[in-house]
């Protein structure tokens, strides 16, 4: 028979095939070797006679080229070239004698990757070396016990994989907020001289009420001491809390004294007093109306009042209360029967 028949035949076959999944070889590598061509010459022959079909096929496929897994292309091509090169260097210098002997142990192991390809990979990947662990933190552990707890929350926050600006705690925890209903503060500031760490602070020159996360240990004085009852606590940790500024829970407008224009107490209570006293007690009824005196800071109040002549004593003489001597002494008193 006429070689180039099965040649021809081979070699269309395994152009396909290198062009569909590769492993072309197979075909055309035996068939040379079949019709007499040396095993060395054989191999050589192939790749040359495939590699236009190769090329072709590559440039057909060139949108689909990219890394594979994390290594870029560049790598992989340069690999790629240096492995060839070096193989057909291999294969000049050997033998055709040593070759024949080598030759069905490499289409073994061609054979091998080719139909166990995906599992050795998967098998590969999972002894792959995983995520690194991160690196040990290096801060220096400072402070108070719960510096250090805090710091090192803060260093386990920023190697979490999914960090969370807040995390909510069970009632009782250490760390948290207190939120204040607004509406029900008067801004008396009981609680800023309640709280012992200073998480609760005022403004020396205005109504003001803040309050600084960080700081509070919720305890619970604050909430305890509010006349009001308008403090709640939020058990929380707030990554954020550490570097944030002391926040303004609320603030107002104080009233300026109206003798002297001194800023003292907070407007809306000082308008609020006066209204529940004007006309309803006492002190405030009659002739030279005394709410003056209210709007006054405490230095005025004492002079107006001084200039006035008001006497504080100047009240009806209250009933005195009875005591126990009083019912004995009436009891005593009453006619016997
Ligand atoms: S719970 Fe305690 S530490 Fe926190 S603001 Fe209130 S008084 Fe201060
Ligand atoms: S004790 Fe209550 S009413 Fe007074 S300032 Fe604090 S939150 Fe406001």
Known sequence: MNPSLPVFGAGLLAGTMNALAGGGSFVSLPVLIAVGVPSVQANASSTVGLFPGAAASAWAYRDGLGPIGAVPLRPLLITTLIGGAAGALLLLWTASSTFDFLLPWLLLIATVTLGFGRQLGEALRRIAPQEPAP???????????????????????GVAPAPVDAVPLPAGAPFGAV???V????LCLSCVSACPTGALS??????MLRFAESACVQCGLCKATCPEKVISLVPQLDFRAASAAPRVLKQEEPFHCVRCGKPFGVKSTIERVIAKLDG??????GAGNRLEALKMCDTCRVAAVTEAGFD?????????????DDYLRERESKPKS
């Open 135 to 157: 690196a040990p933190a290096s801060f220096l552990a400072m402070g108070q016990k719960r510096d250090v707890l805090r710091l090192s929350l803060n260093e386990l926050h």
């Open 179 to 181: 939120e204040v209903d």
């Open 183 to 186: 509406a029900g503060c008067t």
């Open 202 to 207: 005022d403004d020396p020159d205005r109504p």
């Open 280 to 285: 309803k007690h006492w002190m405030y009824q």
């Open 312 to 324: 504080p004593y100047g009240a009806q003489p209250r009933q005195r209360p009875r005591t126990t």
